[in-house]
Nanobody, 114 residues
Framework: QVQLVESGGGSVQAGGSLRLSCAAS???????MGWYRQAPGKQRELVAR???????NYANSAKGRFTISRDNAENTVYLQMNSLKPEDTAVYYC?????????WGQGTQVTVSS
């Protein structure tokens, strides 16, 4: 079993920044990791993903504003979010693509006010 613990969410005004962290209870060295979000009444969607080799990819809504990174020594993945918009308001979830199954964190709320 792997536990993922997100932190760093909060309430900011439009244009502000937040940095989310996801700490894993085990090694993520060879694991692709991702950040997803789910807004009220909407399906969960991919925001950003980073491969075990460090290659990132982003949803169109995140390109140019968000940066995903990882620190394998700390078993932690980050999501730097800049120029936040009200439409970024959602619960953000960390995801780990282990071979046997995908693991999810409990989520962290991000609220952006206009």
């Amino acid at each position: 079993q792997v536990q993922l613990v997100e932190s760093g969410g909060g309430s900011v005004q439009a244009g502000g920044s937040l940095r989310l962290s996801c700490a894993a209870s085990g090694s993520i060295f060879s694991i692709n990791m991702g950040w997803y979000r789910q807004a009220p009444g909407k399906q969960r969607e991919l925001v950003a993903r980073i491969t075990s080799g460090g290659s990132p990819n982003y949803a169109n809504s995140a390109k140019g504003r968000f940066t995903i990174s990882r620190d394998n020594a700390e078993n932690t993945v980050y999501l730097q979010m800049n120029s936040l918009k009200p439409e970024d308001t959602a619960v953000y979830y960390c995801n780990a693509e282990f071979p046997e199954r995908y693991y999810w964190g409990q989520g962290t709320q991000v609220t952006v006010s206009s």
